[in-house]
């Protein structure tokens, strides 16, 4: 691999970025004009010869009949240690025996020490008549040229006393003004700058006679009759005459209003999940390279390991004899071998001489050449678990006495499943008498939602032999009426001949922890809703970007604007997904129930369908059924089978749509005849975040909600949704609603 893919395009966004890109690209690293990379544009314009890594660029030239005067004398130039400029060198060529011409810039590149890489060498075709106007433009009027045609929203400025006398299109689209700003005075256009930073950089410019490069400048202007803010990078660039004087001010802006407001939400977002890593009831720690230098740390880790962590420490220089333990060669076998370590009960003593247990998992955590970088450690303190199972060994009522000491509600049960033991803790929350029937008292303290489903999986748990845990809320005697919700785990205890002896469990008040993954939830929910309106805008800019290039009969770049209004749209889709997500989880999805007739539906909705899918959606038994539901949630039920069907059958011609009466039920077939779903995943397909893993997974985009948020959908109109399908041949979908006639209420 060379030096540029090693460095630079190892990331494969990077990587397709450059090998799809119409711009012929190559990196040179060698003054020598070695090739260290070349895209595939950059191949394709030398078809004398193929561009591999290491072959000389003078030969190519040379073998392409191409003159390689200017060639050497500009790669020359940019190689010399004596240039120092930041700018690229930009010169327009004639390199083959044909009609093409091209723009050439030739850029150095530097590491973040400032030390010179190669050459970045990009070639952007451009036709002969464009190729020659600049020519002509060059000779007569250069200077206004090269204003009028920046690529940079750019304005000139004449006097101290600020005048405009040129204004780009980019610029002028920018401010929201037209031709008419030229010759008035910047304050008389913009009054709101006279009180912000621009006047004061504009004069230190003009009497000095500096450039000057600034970034990231906060600016407020009233664009269209709205005050906005904007950040800007401005570069001001002073002209002088004969006599060095100052006649005139160049300013290009670039307007990064985006990338600061996506950094302050970054920042956002990075404090959340540290407050969210602080309260997490789980010691977390993040070990950096084959020293473990501690990365990141929780103040839960000191409860669990028992022993100050200093930030940028080793783990042998904090950790007392760690090296000594089998956890410290552990920790190098994952960061050597890559794989995760997770041991439960192991054992140390701290620096207090009190003994631990902590259950942990050592994570590799990679890089994308699958090295091991970090490794991520989450451990939890199962000191009092252990001490409470060597205790209940030795004694009943040791272990009775010392569970009343417990934090949190500690039961026994009989090898059989039958509660007889709740401690101290269970009759002070319940308010119950001691002398209470500890298997049949619990049960009313149970929310009625979960009594069914707490009872089926403690009866699963006892005839597998398996550990028990699950989450429920019980009822708060000290707070009316109200719920708190508690996670149970249960362990079997053997004899000495392997045979369930009896169960210990604990109920932990959870209740808080489930606040907090509550407002996780809203925030993705407020956050998804924000997205929402830039997105619509930006949904607008595209449309009217497309309308106006196809008006100039640019029809290349009117193409990439309507991809960016797909993709757009695709965004949109998955925000609305998690929007979705979040209303379910929180029970919010709300119906707006109404009668209609379901094969009028589906015939509108192929209709529209039909016009952006290139398979065949065909009808087959088409059976009148009026339903009482809410039309758009089943139309978006019915438009998500579709999409999938066309996305998992992309060798096939057609899509079959079907509705019969079945019994008391109106019933959607959707079906498609490619890829299948395995066997193995067909029960899982309506759970969230799962997609068909059958070759396709890194090709068909989407986050794997669509199905679940169908399926709940349906469960809340009191239908039923499931699915038919044999690897290799196909799917077949199908919803099944109640028919209106048969409701004798709702």
């Given at each position: 691999?060379?030096?540029?893919?090693?460095?630079?395009?190892?990331?494969?966004?990077?990587?397709?970025?450059?090998?799809?890109?119409?711009?012929?690209?190559?990196?040179?690293?060698?003054?020598?004009?070695?090739?260290?990379?070349?895209?595939?544009?950059?191949?394709?314009?030398?078809?004398?010869?193929?561009?591999?890594?290491?072959?000389?660029?003078?030969?190519?030239?040379?073998?392409?009949?191409?003159?390689?005067?200017?060639?050497?004398?500009?790669?020359?130039?940019?190689?010399?240690?004596?240039?120092?400029?930041?700018?690229?060198?930009?010169?327009?060529?004639?390199?083959?025996?044909?009609?093409?011409?091209?723009?050439?810039?030739?850029?150095?590149?530097?590491?973040?020490?400032?030390?010179?890489?190669?050459?970045?060498?990009?070639?952007?075709?451009?036709?002969?008549?464009?190729?020659?106007?600049?020519?002509?433009?060059?000779?007569?009027?250069?200077?206004?040229?090269?204003?009028?045609?920046?690529?940079?929203?750019?304005?000139?400025?004449?006097?101290?006393?600020?005048?405009?006398?040129?204004?780009?299109?980019?610029?002028?689209?920018?401010?929201?003004?037209?031709?008419?700003?030229?010759?008035?005075?910047?304050?008389?256009?913009?009054?709101?700058?006279?009180?912000?930073?621009?006047?004061?950089?504009?004069?230190?410019?003009?009497?000095?006679?500096?450039?000057?490069?600034?970034?990231?400048?906060?600016?407020?202007?009233?664009?269209?009759?709205?005050?906005?803010?904007?950040?800007?990078?401005?570069?001001?660039?002073?002209?002088?005459?004969?006599?060095?004087?100052?006649?005139?001010?160049?300013?290009?802006?670039?307007?990064?209003?985006?990338?600061?407001?996506?950094?302050?939400?970054?920042?956002?977002?990075?404090?959340?999940?540290?407050?969210?890593?602080?309260?997490?009831?789980?010691?977390?720690?993040?070990?950096?390279?084959?020293?473990?230098?501690?990365?990141l740390s929780n103040s839960v880790s000191k409860e669990v390991w028992g022993f100050d962590i200093k930030i940028g420490s080793r783990v042998k220089d904090t950790v007392p004899n760690i090296v000594e333990r089998p956890i410290y060669q552990d920790l190098l076998t994952v960061y050597n071998d890559g794989v995760q370590i997770e041991k439960k009960g192991h054992h140390f003593v701290d620096d207090l001489g009190n003994a631990r247990y902590v259950n942990f998992i050592l994570k590799p955590i990679k890089n994308q050449k699958g090295r091991t970088k970090y490794i991520l450690t989450l451990g939890?303190?199962?000191?009092?678990?252990?001490?409470?199972?060597?205790?209940?060994?030795?004694?009943?009522?040791?272990?009775?006495?010392?569970?009343?000491?417990?934090?949190?509600?500690?039961?026994?049960?009989?090898?059989?499943?039958?509660v007889d033991f709740f401690n101290d803790y269970w009759y002070k929350y319940s308010g119950l008498p001691q002398n209470s029937n500890p298997n049949t008292s619990f049960w009313d303290f149970v929310h009625p939602d979960s009594v069914d489903l707490v009872r089926k999986t403690w009866t699963e748990t006892v005839e597998n032999d398996v550990p028990y845990q699950i989450e429920y809320q019980l009822r708060d005697p000290r707070n009316g009426e109200a719920y708190r919700w508690f996670l149970?785990?249960?362990?079997?205890?053997?004899?000495?001949?392997?045979?369930?002896?009896?169960?210990?469990?604990?109920?932990?008040?959870?209740?808080?922890?489930?606040?907090?993954?509550?407002?996780?939830?809203?925030?993705?929910?407020?956050?998804?809703?924000?997205?929402?309106?830039?997105?619509?805008?930006?949904?607008?800019?595209?449309?009217?970007?497309?309308?106006?290039?196809?008006?100039?009969?640019?029809?290349?770049?009117?193409?990439?604007?309507?991809?960016?209004?797909?993709?757009?749209?695709?965004?949109?889709?998955?925000?609305?997904?998690?929007?979705?997500?979040?209303?379910?989880?929180?029970?919010?999805?709300?119906?707006?129930?109404?009668?209609?007739?379901?094969?009028?539906?589906?015939?509108?909705?192929?209709?529209?369908?039909?016009?952006?899918?290139?398979?065949?959606?065909?009808?087959?038994?088409?059976?009148?059924?009026?339903?009482?539901?809410?039309?758009?949630?089943?139309?978006?039920?019915?438009?998500?089978?579709?999409?999938?069907?066309?996305?998992?059958?992309?060798?096939?011609?057609?899509?079959?749509?079907?509705?019969?009466?079945?019994?008391?039920?109106?019933?959607?077939?959707?079906?498609?005849?490619?890829?299948?779903?395995?066997?193995?995943?067909?029960?899982?397909?309506?759970?969230?975040?799962?997609?068909?893993?059958?070759?396709?997974?890194?090709?068909?985009?989407?986050?794997?909600?669509?199905?679940?948020?169908?399926?709940?959908?349906?469960?809340?109109?009191?239908?039923?949704?499931?699915?038919?399908?044999?690897?290799?041949?196909?799917?077949?979908?199908?919803?099944?609603?109640?028919?209106?006639?048969?409701?004798?209420?709702?």
């Open positions: 691999m060379s030096f540029f893919e090693e460095n630079i395009v190892s990331q494969n966004f990077f990587r397709d970025v450059l090998e799809q890109n119409p711009i012929g690209f190559a990196f040179i690293t060698k003054t020598e004009f070695e090739i260290d990379y070349a895209n595939k544009a950059f191949q394709l314009l030398f078809s004398g010869s193929e561009v591999f890594v290491h072959n000389s660029f003078e030969q190519i030239l040379n073998e392409n009949n191409v003159k390689t005067e200017i060639w050497i004398e500009k790669l020359t130039q940019i190689f010399s240690s004596e240039y120092t400029s930041s700018e690229a060198i930009n010169f327009p060529i004639k390199p083959f025996e044909s009609n093409q011409y091209f723009d050439v810039f030739l850029s150095r590149v530097l590491n973040d020490q400032n030390e010179f890489l190669g050459v970045n060498l990009s070639l952007i075709l451009v036709s002969e008549e464009i190729f020659y106007k600049r020519k002509i433009a060059e000779v007569s009027n250069k200077f206004d040229y090269i204003v009028s045609n920046s690529l940079t929203s750019t304005i000139i400025f004449s006097g101290i006393d600020p005048v405009v006398e040129i204004a780009n299109k980019r610029m002028l689209n920018f401010l929201g003004k037209n031709n008419e700003i030229v010759g008035k005075r910047v304050f008389d256009i913009w009054p709101e700058l006279l009180k912000q930073s621009f006047d004061e950089l504009y004069r230190t410019v003009y009497l000095d006679g500096n450039e000057l490069l600034i970034n990231e400048v906060k600016m407020n202007f009233v664009i269209n009759g709205e005050y906005i803010t904007k950040y800007l990078n401005l570069f001001l660039k002073p002209k002088k005459d004969q006599n060095k004087q100052v006649f005139a001010i160049i300013m290009s802006c670039v307007d990064v209003t985006a990338l600061v407001e996506s950094r302050s939400k970054l920042h956002e977002n990075e404090e959340m999940l540290k407050l969210f890593i602080e309260n997490v009831p789980v010691s977390i720690n993040v070990l950096e390279g084959e020293q473990l230098v501690y990365k939890y303190d199962v000191s009092q678990e252990v001490i409470f199972k060597q205790q209940l060994e030795e004694s009943e009522n040791k272990f009775k006495a010392l569970s009343n000491f417990m934090p949190q509600i500690v039961w026994t049960a009989t090898e059989n499943g039958v149970a785990r249960a362990i079997p205890l053997y004899d000495d001949f392997g045979t369930i002896k009896m169960w210990v469990g604990t109920c932990t008040d959870i209740h808080d922890f489930k606040q907090l993954q509550k407002q996780k939830d809203d925030f993705l929910g407020i956050a998804s809703h924000e997205l929402k309106t830039p997105l619509t805008s930006l949904k607008l800019y595209a449309q009217f970007i497309e309308r106006n290039l196809k008006k100039v009969n640019d029809s290349e770049n009117a193409d990439l604007a309507k991809k960016m209004e797909l993709q757009i749209h695709k965004l949109e889709n998955l925000i609305t997904d998690l929007l979705d997500l979040t209303r379910i989880q929180n029970n919010k999805m709300q119906l707006n129930i109404t009668k209609f007739n379901l094969v009028d539906l589906i015939a509108e909705l192929l209709e529209e369908q039909q016009l952006s899918v290139s398979h065949q959606l065909i009808t087959l038994q088409m059976s009148n059924c009026d339903v009482f539901a809410d039309k758009d949630r089943i139309s978006q039920v019915v438009i998500n089978l579709i999409s999938n069907a066309v996305k998992y059958s992309p060798s096939a011609e057609k899509v079959e749509i079907s509705v019969k009466r079945v019994d008391n039920k109106a019933q959607v077939c959707v079906r498609d005849y490619g890829i299948g779903i395995p066997e193995n995943k067909l029960s899982k397909i309506f759970d969230q975040y799962v997609r068909v893993e059958n070759g396709f997974e890194n090709v068909i985009s989407g986050l794997g909600l669509g199905l679940y948020i169908s399926s709940e959908i349906i469960k809340i109109s009191g239908g039923e949704i499931y699915a038919l399908s044999k690897n290799g041949e196909g799917s077949e979908f199908y919803f099944e609603l109640p028919i209106l006639e048969e409701i004798k209420s709702f």
